[in-house]
């Protein structure tokens, strides 16, 4: 039997420092000292009379055994968890959830999301970061987030993907503002979008080109938040995911019209790295499947 020769925290430690590619981001990880996780290396490696990985100035790098053993060590992780999911005590599982959401999720059913899956992992805290798409996937890849809910298209392919559902575009005005039935009528004014990486936003701007239609006209922000407020207030049309005006309109505040050109429907997803991700980040996303359903 292994008995107190090997522990789950000197196995996390390990995992931790490897993802996270300094002792000092496992250690903040982990909620404990760069020290602690020193230690638990070198007892690791002690006991195994193994050399795991080599100290680089400001990184690690693995040895040979230690990647061999790496694979190894996730699936003991795993298991851990598995054993408490099949007891019932999800609630023993003390970690992070480092999520990253697009705003246009924010503003939607994030807060269902979340209140779910604290009933389904109460010891797990939740370090939420909103942002723009193409931030959350450069954090993502760089293994800053552990799950991302956000919009495509993607640069980099992971194999946790799970499709969220589809959120078209629509045009807005309040309802004193005067709009035009022809694109190019529309920008005798301004016309809100969104921030200027924006995938709709591109498209907004290509499409003007294409038909000969001054881009100066056009009103972006960062925040699909503030560009409601300022369609709302009577500044413009605006181009907006439903989704985020749905109130809005329901309520009179805003009414939709076609101009005859849309950009195309956002898609979302959960994404995250099954190679490296706990169980309960795959949980998590599996969550958000059936929330944004």
């Not at 061999?68 to 970690?95: H, M, N, P, Y």
């Not at 999720?105 to 109460?122: E, G, I, M, S």
Request: charged share 20%; glycine share 6%.
């Amino acid at each position: 039997m292994i008995k107190s020769q090997l522990t789950l925290k000197q196995l996390e430690a390990f995992v931790s420092v490897v993802d996270m590619g300094t002792f000092r981001k496992a250690a903040h990880a982990l909620g404990t000292t760069q020290p602690n996780i020193s230690t638990r290396i070198a007892s690791l490696e002690q006991t195994l009379s193994t050399v795991l990985m080599h100290r680089d100035a400001g990184s690690v790098r693995l040895t040979e055994k230690g990647a061999t053993l790496l694979e190894a060590a996730r699936k003991v992780l795993l298991a851990g968890e598995d054993f408490l999911t099949i007891a019932g005590r999800q609630d023993l599982i003390d970690d992070r959830l480092r999520l990253g959401v697009t705003e246009l999720v924010a503003c939607t059913w994030l807060h269902d999301f979340l209140r779910a899956f604290k009933d389904l992992y109460p010891s797990v805290r939740v370090e939420l970061d909103v942002n723009l798409s193409v931030e959350i996937e450069k954090d993502l890849a760089a293994n800053q987030l552990d799950l991302a809910l956000q919009t495509g298209p993607f640069a980099r392919k992971l194999g946790g993907s799970l499709p969220l559902g589809h959120a078209p575009y629509c045009w807005v005005a309040a309802p004193d503002v005067a709009t035009a039935e022809t694109f190019a009528a529309l920008f005798e004014g301004p016309v809100i979008s969104h921030g200027r990486n924006t995938r709709a936003s591109a498209a907004l701007a290509e499409h003007a080109r294409s038909e000969g239609v001054a881009m100066n006209q056009i009103v972006h922000s960062s925040s699909l938040t503030s560009c409601v407020a300022m369609a709302v207030d009577g500044m413009g049309p605006a181009l907006l995911p439903r989704p985020m005006v749905a109130e809005e309109i329901a309520a009179g505040r805003l009414r939709e019209f076609s101009c005859g050109w849309l950009p195309e429907t956002l898609e979302l997803f959960a994404r995250f790295d099954p190679r490296r991700t706990p169980r309960f980040v795959q949980d998590a996303a599996e969550l958000a499947t059936r929330i944004a359903g």
